[in-house]
């Protein structure tokens, strides 16, 4: 049903079904669709609540239809997670395309969110089909696991999903090691067992220089 074409743009290919998508994010399409406004990015009143909470603005659209839509975002790569009963945590402008069938909600994560000025939830998202999210140039999937565990700079996290488990390491950051003085007040500490998504260009964040 998701297909890449090229890194930068992706095709849906729909008999009936339908897609959850980041709002403005269609390019084309071809056959016969519907379009539906879709309210913040989670599902119920908690979802809206906490978007309404942190101001984050994430308008998510409902595709339906039979025939093809194509999607893509300001030239950013894309990239494909498969998901099986499990569950991704993404931030919100990261994510481009879910499965109708996947549930999305919202998560409390701390510091790193008001850090990055993206309040203090990441989305999430849950079942069994498929997502398309965004990177600033193509991501890189790092394997977590109990032996080795995976430290991250904020600026550059995308996603993650697994049995992981995240914490913060404040006053020290990947620029200080070489004697730069600036950057991240912090870096991001993954545990556990599975897969953390990096994107090779940070995003600006509130915490600037330290």
Known sequence: MFRLQGSKVLAVDMTGDAVKAKNGSMVAYDGEMAFKKLSGGGEGLRGMVTRRLTGEQMTVMEVKGQGTCWFADRASEINLVTLQGDKLYVEAGNLLVTDAGLRTGTTFT?????????????TTVEGHGQAAILSDGPAVVLRVTPQYPLTVDPGAYVAHQGDVRQSFQSGVTFRTFLGEG???????????????????????TIAGDV
């Open 110 to 122: 701390g510091v790193r969110g008001a850090s990055q000025g993206n309040g203090l939830f990441t």
């Open 182 to 204: 600036g950057g991240e007040a912090f870096q991001i500490r993954f545990e556990g067992d599975g897969l953390v998504y990096v994107q090779p260009s940070e995003r600006t």
